[in-house]
């Protein structure tokens, strides 16, 4: 990550040490995060399998969403902060590959929702609520994104006036996927946990507020996430900055 202190914005100086703590705090959250829903939907609510029992199947739906379009999601739009003294080509293709493979694990969590409604006797109505509305909408924009940015940046690399044209809009979309993906999960979890009857009375109140703590804690990922690529001091050296724009910043 480089060494000393960031570069000076006005008077302001950054410092390795704060950058590098938020960073890792980043990590700690989301990984807690990920542990949380684990525990919740593995130990509280059944655990999982696969089509041989698709109550169990969906189980799978949280989690690997949760791992997909926000652990994953997030460490690839820190790539270009956190390895910002490694060659462009090497962070770009780290980020990208954790992009995709936040996109794989968005689609197994997909099935595995489809799989719990189209598989159910009778079947469940798909794509009723708000939640899937926007949820569904997070991933298509997800892999659009992904897709743009692969053939703009990576390969085949597009122009260099036609790169600059399209990078604000990138950066914009890349940060706004992100949020919609975490009001998605938030929104998901809520609606599970009204359906399911987690919220009144006190004899579920553990798996309440495991399910809330889960919840803020992605929140409070999220916020760091954003908050590490919005700082303009956080950003690689701008010696070429069409070159070094990342998938999803």
């Known amino acids: ?25 980043s990590q700690i959250v989301g990984v807690t995060a990920v542990i949380l829903v684990a525990v919740f939907f593995g130990q509280y609510r059944g655990g999982f399998a696969w089509t041989s029992d698709i109550h169990k199947e969906f189980n799978y739906h949280p989690l690997f969403m949760t791992l997909g379009m926000i652990f994953f999601y997030g460490d690839a739009i820190l790539a270009y902060r956190v390895f910002r003294d490694v060659k462009k080509l090497r962070v770009k293709i780290l980020h990208g590959s954790l992009l995709a493979l936040s996109l794989i ?18 079947p469940k109505p798909n794509l009723y609520s ?27 690399k597009l122009s260099e006036e036609i790169r600059k044209a399209y990078m604000p809009s990138h950066k914009y979309w890349g940060k706004a996927i992100f949020s919609l993906a975490v009001g998605a999960v938030l929104m998901g979890i809520t609606e599970y946990s009204i ?25 409070v990922f999220a916020a760091i996430i954003l908050y590490l690529v919005s700082n303009p001091g956080y950003q690689r050296p701008p010696d070429n900055e069409i070159e070094h724009v990342p998938l999803a910043d």
Not at 138 to 154: D, E, K, M, R
């Open 1 to 25: 990550m480089g060494k000393g202190t960031f570069d000076e914005i006005g008077s302001t100086r950054v410092t390795l040490k704060w950058f590098s703590f938020m960073v890792l705090s």
């Open 105 to 122: 694990f968005a689609s197994i969590g997909l099935k595995a929702v489809f799989d719990s409604h189209n598989l159910d006797t009778p």
């Open 130 to 156: 708000l939640h899937s509305w926007v949820g569904l909408t997070a991933v298509i924009l997800f892999g659009t994104q992904w897709v743009c940015g692969f053939v703009s940046f990576l390969f085949p």
């Open 195 to 219: 359906f399911k009857d987690i919220y009144p009375g006190d004899n579920l109140k553990h798996q309440r507020n495991l399910i809330n703590v889960f919840g803020f804690f992605v929140l």
